[in-house]
């Protein structure tokens, strides 16, 4: 960040984040499944949920509460996480080489970063988890340069707020503490300042160990389903799919002059707890599965790195970026994609609102049910409904925090269903009389049914 250079931060940030409204308002993003059923949570508060933490669902409970069930009612928090983000890993650039300058590399690279942008507009955990990963990685730096063990706290609680939101935040203090075990930073392990500050960790994250311990340690068995699958996706081609699109600047790595700035010696208290998080990936792909934006905070930790080695080179990050984000933001708008295919690319984030006017109008109900927890989710924030929903049971499918609700096993009569047109309601539990189905868009094909449980 260049000196007397705030203003033009300032409108940096305006603009990118009025940009990234201006995204979904113009090609018709309303909300993705997961952010409807975080919301459903942040209706229904407890100390955790089956999957996550609770960090989520209280950020959208607050927001909510602030400007109603809205755009900012789901999204406003996840936006600021998203400029966070961008802010602490331009702080850590700078605090890597003590070079202001570094910081405006940093700022274009994070700021325009196609994974960043379209996910920072998302009220999931993923916005808030790259927020406190980048807050973690901003306080090791730190700790690295003035071996200040205080800086131990700062981590602490950035990765107890991280473990509320999503527990693959363990990943960086993990891989950081193997790096010291190796070491001249083993020495650490003989400071009282280390064990304190992860009991601190693990006070603030204390939710999650105590709704697991009154629930049989759910969570636990949840996540060892993502680590080790008895069908295994195999797919480590991920890993580059997503370094590419979080910073595709990375390209300039076939230069040999900025090879060699990033890859040396005096980078290794960064490098080596990235191969280690690296080569945990590679494992999961192989024994389970990876999803692009689960390894994500693993490539916001060689930013820093990447900004001090192509810092004299802003025309070239800018250029890779944006050969990156001119396609998603060309196939994000319906009219163009539709050219090349009747599956819109972004079909999990639009059409809710014109189906489910649809299928849903002039019709009350008592409870509303389906097998599919994504079609629950999205119909009960539609509706506005947090408290009568049950899914249904299927063995064929992974256990969801629903399953764990106890609602509407009483309820009888009026149950409105709704399901894939594909696929019947399970006729075993239900007598079920079709309503109305839906064929309006392509990926939203789905049928109403009103039942009685026999």
């Not at 650039?93 to 942008?117: H, M, Q």
């Not at 079709?434 to 009103?450: E, F, G, Q, V």
């Amino acid at each position: 960040m260049i000196k007397n250079s705030s203003v033009l931060v300032v409108i940096f940030f305006l603009f990118l984040i009025g940009f990234r409204i201006a995204y979904d308002f113009l090609n018709g993003i309303e909300y993705h499944y997961e952010e409807a059923q975080y919301w459903v949570w942040s209706q229904n508060p407890s100390l955790s949920y089956l999957t996550k933490g609770p960090f989520v669902a209280s950020i959208i409970s607050l927001s909510n509460s602030i400007f109603g069930q809205s755009y900012l009612g789901l999204k406003f928090f996840s936006l600021l996480a998203y400029v966070g983000t961008i802010i602490f890993i331009a702080y850590s650039s700078i605090a890597l080489k003590k070079d202001k300058n570094i910081g405006t590399t940093a700022l274009l690279i994070t700021g325009l970063s196609p994974a960043l942008f379209f996910l920072g507009g998302v009220a999931s955990t993923d916005a808030y988890l790259f927020f406190f990963w980048s807050l973690a990685l901003f306080g090791y730096i730190k700790f690295t340069l003035n071996k200040d063990v205080r800086w131990f706290y700062f981590i602490a609680i950035a990765t107890g707020l991280g473990l509320l939101t999503k527990l693959s935040m363990a990943l960086l203090p993990i891989s950081i503490l193997i790096y010291f075990l190796f070491t001249e930073y083993r020495k650490y392990f003989y400071s009282i300042h280390l064990y304190f500050s992860a009991l601190l960790a693990i006070l603030i994250a204390s939710p999650i160990v105590i709704w697991n311990i009154n629930n049989d340690w759910l969570t636990l068995s949840h996540e060892m389903g993502h680590l080790v699958s008895g069908a295994p996706s195999n797919n480590p081609e991920i890993l580059l799919l997503t370094m590419i699109v979080t910073i595709p600047s990375v390209a300039l790595l076939f230069k040999r002059d900025i090879r060699a700035k990033i890859f040396s010696k005096e980078n290794s208290f960064l490098l080596i707890p990235f191969l280690i998080m690296f080569s945990f990936f590679v494992f999961k792909s192989f024994s389970g599965k990876i999803q692009l934006n689960w390894t994500i905070p693993l490539f916001l930790t060689l930013i820093p790195l990447l900004s001090y080695a192509v810092n004299n080179k802003t025309k070239s990050v800018i250029a890779l970026s944006f050969f990156i984000l001119s396609p998603i933001f060309l196939l994000s708008n319906k009219q163009i994609s539709s050219l090349f295919s009747d599956n819109d690319p972004l079909h999990p984030m639009r059409g809710w609102n014109q189906t489910y006017e649809y299928l849903f109008k002039d019709q009350t109900y008592n409870l509303l049910s389906s097998s599919d927890y994504k079609l629950l989710s999205t119909a009960a924030y539609y509706l506005g409904e947090a408290k009568m929903l049950r899914l249904e049971e299927d063995e064929n499918r992974r256990l969801t925090h629903y399953n764990l609700w106890n609602r509407g096993e009483a309820i009888k009569q009026n149950i409105l269903h709704i399901t894939y047109s594909d696929k019947l309601p399970k006729t075993d539990s239900m007598n079920c009389v079709l309503l109305r189905s839906s064929d309006i868009l392509p990926r939203k094909r789905i049928s109403l049914y009103n039942c009685t449980s026999k």
